[in-house]
């Protein structure tokens, strides 16, 4: 794909949703203008310019892109493996992705990686954190650094959360199971170092970040290597991400082994504060929610693969209305098996009125939690909202299909109606990366063989 940026004149949408919170949640039908990767202006009825490429949003209601702060990408050739579709958390890791790991070549992992960025694309994602724990002693780390090169390919904003354990069997409901050498601490912060050194941009609408990220503080760390890795971390200017309190059993474990919560735990090991982000922190307590608030550290919330692996529903709401930063993402498709954040979206608008009543989440909270939430989280300040200044990150979602006759409130169609819903178009950085519905230059049909002769590849002997 040519990444160009394009002066853009977004005519005459149904509506446009600005990812921030409160009455400014809805723009109306206002144009957009596009110059340089930033928003211009913002006004209904602009007048186009001789340079600019219009685009007739007049089926579309237009989103800010979203910003997907958790993800497996390499899993993208595990879903629906039958003997983890009704397992937990724990007897999944040690059926579906650990006994895979070492059959994962630099060229499964780049198939999985263009699997996963075009479903991405294609529901409305234009930046993707990726937690990438494809790393053993004795294995590659050319999968990091071709996930960056496949999500350039795509046009699409990447942060590698570079993951990895580093403590052996016993612990580690993944690594127990398997015969597989963890890395020692020497390997991966030389290798943090290195990806840092290649493609790190700290910018506040960078394109490339790394994250420092083991998989799991209670399960792959021994605990006196945490405070190690994050003043290392912290060192090199980058922020930390890590798994969290998923299921009962990450307390239970805390509570047995340290006499501590999961939150208190990382605090005391210096895994707090607002360059930190965990995904999942299903099950709570009060004080917790309160540490992870007055700390400014913040969530990814990933309700589809927690209900899928019956892990529980995360007290999202509480979180929220405490001050804790929240974010969505959709976790890897082999405990999801959709890479989609409208799908996404949709269940954690539902998922929470069931549990809670039917105020607890509103469409506008959840979107704010899916844009700029999710870029907050991820330091990327220019990202998020459509705002003239901001970077020209956003969806056209199509409405022209029987599936949104008949609504009153077409701005919250595709997160009220869920899947399916159409990207009609979607640009990022100001360049047009999903072009009347389809990725430039991608050939569907090609991925689909490259991911099937994988999926023989991985299947269990």
Known sequence: ??????????????????????????????????????????ASNLDARADERVIDASSCVVYPGWVNTHHHLFQNLLKAVPSGINANLEEWLAAVPYPRLARFTPELARIAARLGFAELLLSGVTTCADHHYLY?????????DLLFDEAASF???????RGGALQAAGDHPGFSKVALKPETLDQMLADIERLKSRY??????????????PTTPTFSLPPE?????????????????????????YVDFCKERFNQLPVEFVADHEWLGPDVWFAHLVHLQASEIAMLAETGSGCSHCPVSNARLGSGIAPAPQMANAGVPMSLGVD????????????????????????????ATTVEETIHWGTQGGAGVLGLDAVGTLEVGKAADFVLYDVNHPRFHGFHDLAVAPVAAGEPSRVRYSVVNGCVVVDNGVIPGLDLDALRHEAAEGVKLLLAD
């Open 1 to 42: 794909m040519s990444m160009q940026t394009e002066a853009l004149l977004i005519k005459n949408p149904v509506a446009v949703m600005s990812g921030l919170r409160g009455e400014s949640a809805r723009l109306g039908k206002v144009d957009l203008r596009v110059r340089n990767g930033r928003i211009e202006t913002i």
């Open 136 to 144: 053993h002693a004795s294995g590659t780390t050319e999968t990091g």
């Open 155 to 161: 046009g699409m904003r990447f942060v590698l959360c």
């Open 200 to 213: 790190h941009d700290g910018g506040d609408a960078s394109m490339r970040r790394v994250v420092v990220a």
């Open 225 to 249: 290597l945490l405070p190690e890795v994050a003043r290392a971390a912290r060192r090199m200017g980058l922020r930390l991400h890590t798994h969290l309190s998923e299921t009962r059993r």
């Open 332 to 359: 890897g498709v082999a405990s999801n098996e959709s890479g989609s954040m409208t799908n996404e979206a949709h269940f954690a608008w539902l998922v929470h009125r069931a549990a809670q009543g039917a105020s």
